[in-house]
């Protein structure tokens, strides 16, 4: 049954003729005729009789006219409801995001977000970039945010939206630092007992590949964790010193329980990158989430 038909045999019926129709909305009298005509005989059946003044519904066309009124409403609500996603008065973000990133960044910025647009439901996961990537192809998630190295995939798009300084971090009673002015070497920081997050780690991974472009190793990995907070109260508790993302250490540097260690010539960023599914048109909640994330670290 052709929906158009049903919206003109609605206005015929409500109007009470096919030439006062005609003027509501704004369609030539014969042409409505003529498509009433053709659901007529798509049903094989008289849904109007024709009178000198305008027209009255049968008994088939009066049945007929309830479920084009109902149909009529639910097309109205689809289209309110469309316009509501359109204007994020209503929709759905589901954003995944690896460990630093979804502990240290991403609650701030998604509270950000619901005060903007506060009828969008929010969905908030961390995991690794393989399962992020996963979620991205399977639509599970509107977009991904993870820290150091790229996704290999061609089919994910990959955008750097702001570069995290790693930190070498330590007690501030660390012995070193009782010697004003004097820095540590990088070779005098990698002889240090230092606490690693596990094989496999982001941050891990970045650290290596930097210590070996200048030809050095950690010689003395005295503790391997699993999550930066267990480092950061280990370097506390005194079982070594660590580095770690600058974003992750705020709350201690204020208040005194860490320090960054002075080292001469240690300046090591990775990128965090914003993941989406490539050629996938995003919706208007992951739009403002993408223009939310450009204001807050335009690069």
């Given at each position: 049954?052709?929906?158009?038909?049903?919206?003109?045999?609605?206005?015929?019926?409500?109007?009470?003729?096919?030439?006062?129709?005609?003027?509501?909305?704004?369609?030539?009298?014969?042409?409505?005729?003529?498509?009433?005509?053709?659901?007529?005989?798509?049903?094989?059946?008289?849904?109007?009789?024709?009178?000198?003044?305008?027209?009255?519904?049968?008994?088939?066309?009066?049945?007929?006219?309830?479920?084009?009124?109902?149909?009529g409403?639910?097309?109205?609500?689809?289209e309110?409801?469309?316009?509501?996603?359109?204007?994020?008065?209503?929709?759905?973000?589901?954003?995944?995001?690896?460990?630093?990133?979804?502990?240290?960044?991403?609650?701030?910025?998604?509270?950000?977000?619901?005060?903007?647009?506060?009828?969008?439901?929010?969905?908030?996961?961390?995991?690794?970039?393989?399962?992020?990537?996963?979620r991205?192809?399977?639509?599970?998630?509107?977009?991904?945010?993870?820290?150091?190295?790229?996704?290999?995939?061609?089919?994910?798009?990959?955008?750097?939206?702001?570069?995290?300084r790693?930190v070498?971090?330590?007690?501030?009673?660390?012995?070193?630092?009782?010697?004003?002015?004097?820095?540590?070497?990088?070779?005098?920081?990698?002889?240090?007992?230092?606490?690693?997050?596990?094989?496999?780690?982001?941050?891990?991974?970045?650290?290596?590949?930097?210590?070996?472009?200048?030809?050095?190793?950690?010689?003395?990995?005295?503790?391997?964790?699993?999550?930066?907070?267990?480092?950061?109260?280990?370097?506390?508790?005194?079982l070594?010193?660590?580095?770690?993302?600058?974003?992750?250490?705020?709350?201690?540097?204020?208040?005194?329980?860490?320090?960054?260690?002075?080292?001469?010539?240690?300046?090591?960023?990775?990128?965090?990158?914003?993941?989406?599914?490539?050629?996938?048109?995003?919706?208007?909640?992951?739009?403002?989430?993408?223009?939310?994330?450009?204001?807050?670290?335009?690069?």
């Amino acid at each position: 049954m052709n929906l158009n038909h049903l919206f003109l045999f609605r206005a015929v019926a409500e109007a009470g003729g096919f030439s006062r129709a005609a003027e509501n909305i704004h369609v030539s009298q014969p042409a409505i005729s003529m498509q009433v005509g053709e659901l007529e005989a798509e049903l094989g059946l008289t849904l109007f009789h024709r009178l000198p003044r305008g027209v009255k519904l049968t008994t088939a066309g009066q049945l007929l006219l309830g479920y084009a009124q109902r149909l009529g409403s639910v097309v109205a609500e689809a289209e309110r409801a469309m316009a509501e996603v359109k204007g994020l008065s209503r929709g759905r973000l589901a954003v995944g995001a690896s460990t630093t990133v979804g502990v240290y960044l991403l609650p701030d910025l998604l509270g950000e977000y619901r005060r903007r647009h506060p009828g969008i439901d929010l969905q908030f996961d961390i995991a690794n970039t393989e399962e992020i990537e996963r979620r991205l192809a399977d639509g599970t998630l509107d977009a991904g945010l993870t820290e150091g190295l790229p996704p290999d995939s061609d089919e994910v798009e990959s955008v750097v939206f702001l570069r995290d300084r790693l930190v070498p971090i330590g007690r501030p009673d660390h012995p070193r630092l009782r010697v004003k002015n004097q820095p540590l070497s990088l070779q005098e920081l990698c002889a240090e007992p230092m606490i690693l997050r596990e094989a496999g780690s982001g941050t891990r991974e970045v650290i290596e590949r930097h210590l070996v472009k200048g030809g050095l190793k950690l010689e003395h990995a005295t503790m391997v964790l699993g999550s930066t907070e267990a480092i950061k109260r280990a370097v506390i508790a005194g079982l070594g010193v660590a580095i770690v993302s600058h974003l992750t250490v705020q709350p201690e540097l204020m208040s005194g329980q860490l320090v960054i260690l002075p080292v001469r010539n240690f300046q090591l960023t990775r990128p965090l990158h914003r993941l989406c599914w490539r050629g996938r048109a995003l919706n208007p909640a992951a739009l403002a989430f993408v223009r939310l994330l450009n204001e807050k670290y335009p690069i």
